[in-house]
């Protein structure tokens, strides 16, 4: 089945820094890859997503980049604020049953 | 429209007790999955359910279980706690099953401690 690693664990940067995320997986067949970000006390919530037939996706402050050769994809976040601080966690449906496979997720804190 | 409802937010209850979840899906939405989550172990899989049927199952004791209505509401039980089932427990529904762009939405949670 499908298996997702993600790191770092915990990121500080400073405020207008860039953050960067990374994730591995394991079944080639994967084709899906969302982000979600789960602020402190409230429940995840999709920010971005990717699908394999691309290399990258923006919106806004945030990207995705996918290398399926290499299998990983990254969260980029540009011109960090305050309110990116929260935790991230990376995903991929596990090919033939969809079941979501999440990352350990990283603790992103934006020091002002 | 009004988003996943979980009920209750919270719970104590003693090692040994069992303990039921509730969860209510988006209005529309027939796919519900159940994940844990506890600190350095993220969102672990418990199980997905649709159209009344387990679909897909996590790596979890038989401890723990659960079923879905014909209104896709869906409850999470646990027997026998123990422990290590402290966690905050997250239900997430969406529209479709089977599908690989299927956006989750997520509860608020239920923050089981076991003491």
């Known amino acids: 089945g499908e298996n997702v690693e993600q790191h770092p664990s915990t990121l500080s940067v400073q405020e207008g820094d860039s953050a960067v995320i990374k994730c591995t997986y394991s079944?080639?067949?994967?084709?899906?890859f969302p982000w979600y970000k789960q602020e402190l006390g409230k429940r995840p919530q999709l920010i971005i997503d990717i699908r394999s037939n691309v290399g990258e996706k923006k919106d806004q402050r945030i990207a995705v980049t996918l290398n399926k050769t290499a299998k990983h994809f990254s969260l980029h976040i540009t011109e960090t604020q305050p309110e990116d601080s929260a935790v991230y966690f990376c995903a991929a449906p596990s090919p033939g049953t969809y079941k979501y496979i999440f990352g350990t997720g990283t603790r992103l804190k934006v020091l002002a | 429209k009004a988003g996943v409802t979980q009920t209750p937010r919270y719970l104590i209850k003693t090692r040994g007790q069992q303990v039921t979840l509730s969860c209510s899906p988006i209005s529309g939405h027939r796919s519900v999955s159940w994940y844990q989550q506890t600190p350095g172990q993220g969102l672990q899989f418990l199980f997905e359910y649709f159209s009344e049927t387990q679909r897909n199952k996590g790596n979890f004791p038989g401890r723990f279980s659960g079923r879905q209505f014909s209104n896709s509401r869906s409850e999470m039980n646990v027997s026998t706690l123990e422990l290590g089932d402290s966690a905050l427990y997250l239900c997430?529904?969406?529209?479709?099953?089977?599908?690989?762009?299927?956006?989750?939405?997520f509860g608020p949670g239920t923050r089981l401690t076991v003491l």
């Open positions: 079944d080639s067949a994967s084709n899906y």
């Open positions: 997430a529904s969406s529209l479709f099953y089977g599908a690989e762009y299927n956006e989750q939405f």
